[in-house]
Nanobody, 122 residues
Framework: QVTLVESGGGLVQTGDSLRLSCAASGRTPSTYAMGWFRQAPGKEREFIAAINWNGGSTYYAHSMKGRFIISRDNAKKMGYLQMNSLKPEDTAVYYC???????????????WGQGTQVTVSS
């Protein structure tokens, strides 16, 4: 069992940067891959990025690559999503997720945080 808690969301302006954090606890969370997803109102959950257990491999949705950066610090049991040049269309609830294997599919992740709201004003 892995418990995830996101933080760092908020209201920002177009062009701003924001770093989301995901605190992991439970059974050896540092051995799990981590993913970030988002869901805007009326839309399906969308893959952003994923990172393998040791941070050696990262994967991005094509549309996110270049603006968003995923990272982790296993010593602190933390995952991060750095978001730059934010746009109003980035407004969504952002979720971190964990699973044994790395994936870009939300259905592949068993463990999810409660989400953190990011709102980008124009």
């Amino acid at each position: 069992q892995v418990t995830l808690v996101e933080s760092g969301g908020g209201l920002v302006q177009t062009g701003d940067s924001l770093r989301l954090s995901c605190a992991a606890s439970g059974r050896t969370p540092s051995t799990y891959a981590m993913g970030w997803f988002r869901q805007a109102p009326g839309k399906e959950r969308e893959f952003i990025a994923a990172i393998n257990w040791n941070g050696g491999s990262t994967y991005y949705a094509h549309s996110m690559k270049g603006r968003f950066i995923i990272s982790r610090d296993n010593a602190k049991k933390m995952g991060y999503l750095q978001m730059n040049s934010l746009k109003p269309e980035d407004t969504a609830v952002y979720y971190c997720a964990a699973e044994v294997t790395t994936s870009q599919l939300s259905d592949s992740f068993r463990y999810w945080g409660q989400g953190t709201q990011v709102t980008v004003s124009s």
